[in-house]
């Protein structure tokens, strides 16, 4: 990995149920990674690979796996779902640049929706709303917007529309590019067609253009006084401030899809793309001297600085411990000593993996911003800091970073 801009490290957050197992799967399949194809409640998800889960048909334990889209790389942490594992849900949300919040189309927002909603907040994760489920009996876009602003007091921007409901559920328009895409799924994944938005829904499709741009421009003085004067408003110009927003935390970018017919996940993949921050547009964690917790340093995602990295789980199979890692700032190489800052102990790192939903690969080397496995650690604890035996350095992981004001 050399183009960091070209990185995403986000997860799928939801209560348990709404669908993020469904929609985590059909990600991996799309990214490439995987061509199985499985319900998930039959065990068989390519993420719930511990036993415990996979009896059991939820996703209780975080694990991250490297896949690509576009030519973009995404590391995708699964953040647990479960409402009685928040410990484990807000370790795994300290790491992640962004996360897809996923809501069940039928409900809307729920109580337990509102719980992960918050705690990504607490963490400043940008976020994407998937909402899910539009093919189920009782789907309704719009009620599931209107929850999303009233109960998670949220700014949900749509970036489409849904065509038809329930079992008339085809596909999405999209409001940026005014296009309809219709989705038949088949057996190796859905095949898209790309269409002019049927005569049924273009006024609806104007009304609902017409609110983004509305929404967007609010946000921008700029794009607010060309929208005043009845200018044109480029899709480039429209972009360029949602991604701020979203990035900033005061826009949330809504998709809609089905995960398990298949439908808008390729949509929703191109916004995680288009939206969320890479690892250098994440504001600057503070790192702290473990001797004198008022010595204060900003940590920079450049790979030349010394190391800086944050053990967010571990993992035990049949190899044994295996350590989930973010590097922060600076670059870790396989088979060097490091320090322990959390716990005063030395450490050696043996080697480095990049961990696929399948297999592993071995690399030499992880530069800041991205995420790996690793094993040989004895000592370290999930929230420990990892650093540069030469200038020990503790991440400030209580304090989490405010949201950058500006973007270039
Ligand atoms: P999780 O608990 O959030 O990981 O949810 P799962 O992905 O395990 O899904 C929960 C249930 O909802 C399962 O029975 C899925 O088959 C079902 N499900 C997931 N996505 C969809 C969808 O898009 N439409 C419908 N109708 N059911 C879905």
Known sequence: M???????????????????????ERVL??????????????????????EDEQSRGITITSAATKCSWDNYDMNLIDTPGHVDFTAEVERALRVLDGAVAVFDASEGVQAQSETVWRQGQKYNVPCLCFINKMDKIGADFEMSIKSIKEKLDANPVTMQIPIGAENNFDGVIDLMEMKAYYYTPTKVGA?????????????AADQWRHNMVESIA??????????????????????????????????????????????????????????????????????????????????????????????????HDKHGDLYFVRVYQGTLKSGTRVMNSTRDKR??????????????????????????????????????????????????????????????
């Open 218 to 315: 609010e946000c921008d003085e700029g794009l607010m006084e060309k929208y005043l004067m009845e200018e044109e408003i480029s899709n480039d110009e429209l972009k360029k401030v949602v991604r701020v927003e979203t990035v900033n935390c005061r826009m949330h970018p809504v998709y809609f899809g089905s995960a398990l017919k298949d439908k808008g996940v390729r949509k929703l993949l191109d916004g995680v793309i288009e939206y969320l921050p890479s690892p250098l547009e994440t504001p600057a964690i503070t790192g702290l001297n473990p001797k004198d917790e008022e010595e204060t340093y900003r940590v920079e995602c450049d790979p030349k600085k010394p190391l800086v990295a944050l053990a967010f789980k571990i993992t």
């Open 29 to 50: 399949f799309y990214t490439g990674r995987t061509y199985k194809i499985g319900e998930t409640h039959d065990g068989t998800a390519v993420m719930d690979y511990m």
């Open 191 to 203: 095949d898209v067609e790309v269409k002019d938005i049927p005569e049924h829904l273009k006024e």
């Open 2 to 24: 050399s183009d960091l801009s070209k990185l995403r490290n986000i997860g799928i957050m939801a209560h348990i149920d709404a669908g993020k197992t469904t929609v985590t």
């Open 347 to 408: 450490e050696n790192i043996t080697r480095i993996f990049e961990m696929h939903a399948d297999d592993r690969k071995i690399r030499d080397e992880v530069r800041a911003g991205d995420i790996f496995a690793c094993v040989g650690l004895k000592e370290t604890l999930t929230g420990d800091t990892l650093c540069d035996t030469n200038a020990p350095i503790l991440l400030d992981t209580i304090n989490f970073p405010e949201p950058v004001i500006s973007m270039s």
